[in-house]
């Protein structure tokens, strides 16, 4: 198992940015695909960006194609979420998460697919 810490929420000006890390306990860290997802207030949990084992592949939520990045560091057993020209409707809840997937290039996006999640960070984007 591995258990996860996320920092770097707050809050921000409309077209500002933040940067958010997930650190990781375990040897394990680059066996898990990563994931960030948030949950904005009477929404369900939305996935927003994942990536692979290795930090090969990517994948994302189209509302933030072209603002948002992810990263991973294995050797720091983190991973990142660089989030730039952030809007109001991006304030939420954001989660990191851990998936023991099989395949080396899977990024699931479905809140079930991963075991392992962190307590999450706010973010609050004001207009």
């Known amino acids: 198992q591995v258990q996860l810490a996320e920092t770097g929420g707050g809050l921000v000006q409309a077209g500002g940015s933040l940067r958010l890390s997930c650190a990781a306990s375990g040897r394990t860290f680059s066996s898990y695909a990563m994931g960030w997802f948030r949950q904005a207030p009477g929404k369900e949990r939305e996935f927003v960006f994942g990536?692979?084992?290795?930090?090969?592949?990517?994948n994302y939520a189209s509302s933030v194609e072209g603002r948002f990045a992810i990263s991973r560091d294995n050797a720091k057993n983190t991973v990142y979420l660089q989030m730039n020209s952030l809007k109001p409707e991006d304030t939420a809840v954001y989660y990191c998460a851990a998936s023991s997937t099989v395949g080396v290039h899977t990024m699931p996006t479905k809140t079930y697919e991963y075991s392992n999640w962190g307590q999450g960070t706010q973010v609050t984007v004001s207009s």
């Open positions: 990536i692979s084992r290795s930090g090969s592949d990517t």
